[in-house]
């Protein structure tokens, strides 16, 4: 079976000269390195928002900005990525909705029952100025947690967070293993970093 996630002499100078790192079902890799070394401008080329200067990328066999490779893959970028003048449920809705491909209102239970579950219910009525970073960063988890997707990519999912929502948001993350892989982005003194299959270190 070929890797889930296929990253070969990606070079986006100055920041990033090379990377390459496969990524297996059920595994977990760590790409991890200091702030300004370049992962968030990975994961936008990955997302196919950012072009870069050589190597290749593949998801699941196909270019990340391919149809087949969206479906199935979640991308939490740093900073939540939510919309500033609409609620989060509307936001949380219509994401978990286009990753299963059905309407956001046939998914409404599903994530009123999901932010109930981690403590959250009374926040995604809200706007995302209104709350704190810490619930914010939880809540772009959402998708990861509800959407079942077989590729997760994330950028530094756990910097945001309080102590009390850390152990919340691993198993979110990890139960993702089951059935996919996770490449995740991070500074090196991530909780992820301790739980990762193999750490790649960017120099």
């Known amino acids: 079976m070929p890797p889930y996630i296929s990253i070969g002499g990606y070079s986006d100078p100055p920041l990033m000269t090379y990377l390459s790192v496969e990524v297996n079902k059920g595994e977990m890799v760590v790409v991890a390195g200091p702030p300004g070394s370049g992962k968030s401008n990975l994961i936008k080329s990955m997302a196919g928002i950012r072009g870069f200067s050589k190597g290749s990328m593949k998801i699941l066999g196909s270019r990340p900005?391919?149809?087949?490779?969206?479906?199935?893959?979640v991308f939490v970028f740093q900073n939540w990525n939510f919309l500033p003048d609409l609620p989060i449920r509307i936001q949380l809705e219509r994401k978990?909705?286009?990753?299963?491909?059905v309407s956001p209102r046939t998914v409404r239970m599903l994530v009123d029952r999901w932010c109930d579950d981690v403590e959250l219910a009374g926040t995604i009525d809200r706007y995302p100025g209104q709350l704190n970073r810490s619930d914010l960063q939880m809540l772009a988890l959402a998708p990861v947690a509800l959407a079942r997707p077989a590729v997760a990519i994330l950028d530094e999912p756990m910097v945001n967070l309080s102590s009390i929502r850390v152990s919340s948001a691993l198993e979110i993350i990890l139960s993702v293993l089951e059935n996919g892989a996770v490449l995740a982005l991070a500074?090196?003194?991530?909780?992820?970093?301790?739980r990762a299959d193999r750490v790649v270190n960017l120099a």
Do not use: D, I
């Open 96 to 101: 978990v909705a286009l990753y299963r491909g």
């Open 187 to 194: 500074q090196g003194r991530s909780p992820l970093v301790n």
């Open 65 to 73: 900005w391919t149809l087949r490779s969206r479906q199935e893959t």
